[in-house]
């Protein structure tokens, strides 16, 4: 069983930045692969980033490259989001996701974070 907590969400104004964490409470944390989903009112949950489990490989959504960056610290068993440049249309909860791949769709994710809220102010 994988247990997911994000943490660092909030309101910033547009142009600001956020890091997001999400810490793992698993045995092999090192094996999983992780990403970051969002989810805006009335819309469908959708891929941001996700990284490998070596930390080798990322994948990032076309509206956040650039300007997000995913990283994993296998020693404190935690995957970071770091998010600059905000702007209001990424205002939605952040949910991060254990998996045995890097895929970019929501079933390819088997464990769930129950998510952090970022509201970009214009």
């Known amino acids: 069983q994988v247990h997911l907590v994000e943490s660092g969400g909030g309101l910033v104004q547009a142009g600001g930045s956020l890091r997001l964490s999400c810490a793992a409470s698993v045995r092999a944390f090192s094996s999983y692969a992780m990403g970051w989903f969002r989810q805006a009112p009335g819309k469908e949950r959708e891929f941001v980033a996700a990284?490998?489990?070596?930390?080798?490989?990322?994948s990032y959504a076309d509206s956040v490259k650039g300007r997000f960056t995913i990283s994993r610290d296998t020693a404190k068993n935690t995957v970071y989001l770091q998010m600059n440049s905000l702007k209001p249309e990424d205002t939605a909860g952040y949910h991060c996701?254990?998996?045995?791949?890097?895929?970019?769709?929501?079933?390819?994710?088997?464990?769930w974070g129950q998510g952090t809220q970022v509201t970009v102010s214009s």
């Open positions: 996701a254990a998996g045995e791949y890097v895929v970019l769709t929501t079933d390819g994710y088997h464990y």
């Open positions: 990284i490998s489990w070596s930390g080798g490989y990322t």
